[in-house]
């Protein structure tokens, strides 16, 4: 998938999370994990679009630990294909296990680190972005140049605009990690 996958890790307890791991069996994660040996113990979703959560089952296979993080309307969509949007890509029948932790927004302590979520809707009611110190993972709630995607289920370019509106002074000099594409920082070349 030409979605974006990050690995956070902190160094010092060698825990790792995984945000959007959006594509099937994606040894690149593992192996990463292992060369720097690190135990992946969260995976936080950002929506529930396939090529977003598609490396899950995979994950959760291979590290039957790990605690899936997202919105509740994002997890009660993982297990139905239509609503994960996967049965319109080739027809496939892709079914996650709701999510372990349920969060709206608010801080979260996950590998040993504090972050904070933001309820981020426009491109879906469901969509979360994660903050920490300048760095901000925006799923596609933000993604650089290119228009967001506000038409398909329970997306809202009126969602999205008032999403918009209530950080853009937050996101100021922000580095955001989109979705797909490249990192950039909020507010150049920007309005
Ligand atoms: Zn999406």
Redesign the pocket.
Known sequence: MD?VSYILSNNESRKALIIDPGTESDTRLTEYLDDNRLDLKFIFL??E?F??ILGVNFLRERFPDVLVVSSPETSDRLANPKKN?AIFHNQMNLVVETADILINEGRINMIDLEFEIFSTPG??DS?LSLKINDSFFS??FLLQGSRI?TN?PTGSKKNYQESIEKYNIMLQGITIYP?HGETYTFGINKR
């Open positions: 979605s950002t929506h679009h090529d977003h949007l491109h879906t969509s799923g596609d995607v398909l979705g």
